[in-house]
């Protein structure tokens, strides 16, 4: 696989925002978004059905800092991939589907040409990746001969794309590179993840703590992805265990 035609130029106002409790974990060459009293007062207006109440330990990300980073990814896009053939945004359903749309519908402001295409994987058991990928039908055949965005809504062990980036690489597209809503920090798996992918920062929405998290898209066993903020799961919400499959 090629390179994309500019070298990507992510700077810190550009790059990955940093999720920590306090300004001194948050490493110098990145923003910080600290969980303190600001996230307390947005759980406290947040909107959720009332199914829900209880379920939740804290409020992680708002969905105001979801869509303005997610704005932030797309102009980095823009100013990266070429405007005169289409690059293929190709979304891993189904948790990436509100991070996917928000981002094609920002490069669609831009005026930049894309191709929509999507590629069912399942990693994850309850409260966890299983390590078990199951695949639902094949990849597109778009991607070939094209500059190609895989979009994923969190990599923490990074199973699924250990398991797609190779199934990519056969159709022989021009590039590929990662565009994650999260990233997950897990003890010693940056180096396993970046064995398989070098990940952009221009393209990571957000770094966050070990923490099971639900909301935006994320689930689980089903439930909570209609959230619009993303937040940890509390002991309530584990015991309910979900919808179900």
Not at 8 to 28: C, E, F, G, L, R
Not at 39 to 54: C, D, L, Q, R, V
Not at 109 to 136: A, C, N, Q, W
Request: hydrophobic share 35%; glycine share 8%; aromatic share 8%.
């Amino acid at each position: 696989m090629g390179n994309t035609s500019k070298k990507p130029t992510a700077t810190k106002q550009n790059s990955m925002i940093y999720v920590a409790s306090n300004q001194p974990d948050v490493p110098s060459n990145y923003r910080g978004l600290l969980t303190s009293e600001e996230n307390e007062n947005s759980a406290s207006t947040a909107i959720f059905p009332g199914i829900y109440k209880g379920h939740f330990s804290s409020l992680l990300i708002p969905n105001t800092n979801l869509h303005a980073r997610t704005k932030e990814i797309a102009s980095y896009i823009h100013s990266t991939y070429p405007h005169d053939e289409p690059l293929v945004m190709l979304c891993i359903l189904k948790g990436s589907v509100p991070f996917y749309s928000l981002l094609c519908d920002q490069l669609s402001l831009l005026g930049h040409p894309f191709m929509i295409d999507f590629y069912r994987v399942k990693s994850y058991e309850g409260t966890g990746s299983s390590g078990k990928i199951k695949v639902f039908g094949d990849l597109p055949k778009s991607i070939q001969g094209r500059h190609v965005i895989i979009v994923e809504d969190i990599v923490d062990t990074g199973s699924t794309l250990k398991d797609v980036l190779p199934k990519v690489a056969e159709l022989k597209p021009k590039s590929c590179k990662v565009s994650s809503m999260l990233v997950k920090r897990l003890q010693d798996n940056h180096d396993d993840i970046t064995d398989v992918v070098e990940l952009d920062d221009g393209l990571i929405g957000f770094s966050i703590p070990n923490a099971f998290v639900v909301g935006y898209g994320l689930d689980y066993n089903e439930m909570y992805r209609d959230l619009r903020d993303i937040w940890i799961l509390g002991e309530v919400g584990i015991q309910g265990g979900g919808f179900g499959l």
